[in-house]
Nanobody, 123 residues
Framework: VQLQASGGGLVQAGDSLRLSCAAS????????MGWFRQAPGKEREFVAT????????YYADSVKGRFIASKDNAKNTVYLQLNSLKPEDTAVYYC?????????????????WGQGTQVTVSS
């Protein structure tokens, strides 16, 4: 499956963005989908995941209550709504697809990755 992330940009603290991850080649309903981010000089970190049906989500503590993952299987697209953005949310955001049913927070368990979209939050 090929993944194309989009929707990043430069915003101010407190603003919102919606990231999209469009899939092609195979349907996202076959995968659990994850969002990760990587800030300059830091390791890639888990942000959120949503399961195959879209009925279950899990978030990193740092974004819980602010970010919302969703999935539209009909459009073959996954979304990440970013609310109440903070400067520390600045990073390149990646979407990824996982066949395995475990390891949702580990980047190594994901099989396919999008190219990333930059989110920059100014204070």
């Amino acid at each position: 499956v090929q993944l194309q992330a989009s929707g990043g940009g430069l915003v101010q603290a407190g603003d919102s963005l919606r990231l999209s991850c469009a899939a092609s080649g195979r349907t996202v309903s076959n995968y659990d989908m994850g969002w990760f981010r990587q800030a300059p000089g830091k390791e890639r970190e888990f942000v959120a995941t949503i399961n195959r049906s879209g009925g279950s989500t899990y978030y990193a503590d740092s974004v819980k209550g602010r970010f919302i993952a969703s999935k539209d299987n009909a459009k073959n697209t996954v979304y990440l709504q970013l609310n109440s953005l903070k400067p520390e949310d600045t990073a390149v955001y990646y979407c990824a697809a996982r066949s395995a049913l475990v390891g949702q927070t580990y980047a190594s368990r994901y099989d396919y990755w999008g190219q990333g979209t930059q989110v920059t939050v100014s204070s």
